[in-house]
């Protein structure tokens, strides 16, 4: 099971943001996000998707981040552009994961709480230069995968099927 | 020489992500982004994050996209949902850029015009489900630089020194 927890998410500016947070962690195999600030434009928008597209992807909210971080049951991983390069520590995370089996993936903004990177079991950085949230998640849940998570069945009411050129779609 | 081709930007909504695709071209070693919108806000935010930490990455703009694609000299990639699985095809698109050195990356936003699909090398999906260009920007990157690219060094005023907690950075 994994959560993504996505923190200081801004209603004016972020929508479009959160929203491909949402896509990425369901295309790339965890199971919901949770995020400290309601935006039901993004839930909906979410929830359009995975009608369509299928899976059991779910958008949650939690008014206390810290006391969810906190009372998660598993490992703790924040993914920030300070932590330690994910080529030295995805190792040691996967072995833990295929333990544990419970994974918090903590996603920020522009400005995250001190305290977040004291109450996490890992400070990663997917690299250590500034990009985005999106690419972050993307590429941490690839490399936990080792590209597996890409040939997963979603069993919705669309599916593509992959072609050299053009598109085509199938409609169950 | 990698070159990322950002079609379809809109004014009103996308400056964000497109904001996201050019910095994570950027951290995962990409050259320059060329858009064919021009929008002065994203060239002016990537100018300021590279003046600051480093690196020769470049924003462009061309007023003939499928132009620029045919005149591109090297292997063409457009990463789209419909594609065949990276899983599949990253081998030997590898091996091609090894020889040819110079890799043109096509990353569209909600629609792309048909003839894309046909006037590239390939068409890769990152998975076949739908979620984000920056997120498959990111992960096709780090497939072909096998994560190399994370520990890349930029040169910038500013650098992160990576850390198990907190935060530290040093200006020069």
Request: proline share 1%; charged share 35%; hydrophobic share 40%.
């Amino acid at each position: 099971m994994i959560t993504v927890l996505r923190l200081g998410h801004r209603f004016e500016r972020d929508k479009r943001i959160s929203t491909h947070v949402c896509l990425t962690a369901r295309a790339f195999g965890a199971d919901n996000v949770v995020f400290d600030v309601r935006d039901e434009r993004v839930e909906d928008s979410i929830k359009r998707i995975t009608d369509e597209w299928g899976g059991n992807f779910k958008v949650d909210f939690t008014d206390n981040a810290k006391k969810f971080i906190k009372n998660f049951d598993g490992i703790k991983v924040h993914l920030t552009m300070y932590g330690l390069n994910i080529n030295d520590v995805i190792d040691e995370v996967i072995k833990k994961f295929e333990k544990e089996k419970n994974l918090l993936i903590i996603v920020g903004g522009q400005k995250v709480d001190a305290e977040i990177y004291f109450i996490v079991d890992y400070n990663i950085g997917i690299g250590n230069q500034p990009h985005s949230e999106v690419a972050a998640l993307a590429v941490f849940l690839d490399r936990l995968f080792k590209g597996e998570e890409l040939k997963r069945k979603f069993n919705g009411k669309i599916e593509v099927i992959p072609k050299e050129k053009g598109k085509e779609i199938i409609r169950k």
